[in-house]
């Protein structure tokens, strides 16, 4: 099993970060924590990476239901998605599949609010390709 869901698209770092926020309102996610992991790793350690931000989504409804199927799931919230520079003037946007939850938990319940949310990151990626 794939832990991502997974896109490339033709925008530059910044543009994407915009379009990925629209993209992931448009299902019902606000963002709760943003990294600068390269930032980050550059104030910490001195080292350079390409640019990659961390970004912690949540759609409150898809986070109760979750709750209500696996009460320590908090431990997986939020989605998780990364943002990553690429050659090229390219970007890369990965998003945890929801999927995971189901199979690290071990709880069946989890599978329907699972699948709904794999389907909205995935509507929000797929916006992402027709920018």
Request: aromatic letters at 4%.
């Amino acid at each position: 099993m794939s832990f991502a869901l997974s896109t490339t698209v033709d925008l530059d770092f910044d543009r994407t970060v915009a379009a990925l926020r629209e993209a992931l309102a448009a299902q019902g996610f606000g963002i709760l924590t943003e990294v600068d992991l390269s930032g980050t790793l550059k104030t910490k350690l001195d080292v350079d990476v390409p640019r990659q931000l961390l970004l912690g989504a949540c759609n409150p409804a898809y986070a109760y239901r979750a709750l209500q199927a696996e009460e320590r799931v908090g431990l997986l919230l939020p989605c998780s998605l990364t943002v990553r520079a690429g050659a090229g003037g390219r970007t890369l946007v990965d998003a945890m599949d929801p999927a995971l939850m189901v199979e690290l938990t071990g709880t069946s319940a989890l599978t329907e609010v699972a699948a709904e949310v794999g389907s909205a990151l995935r509507a929000a990626l797929d916006a992402l390709e027709t920018r």
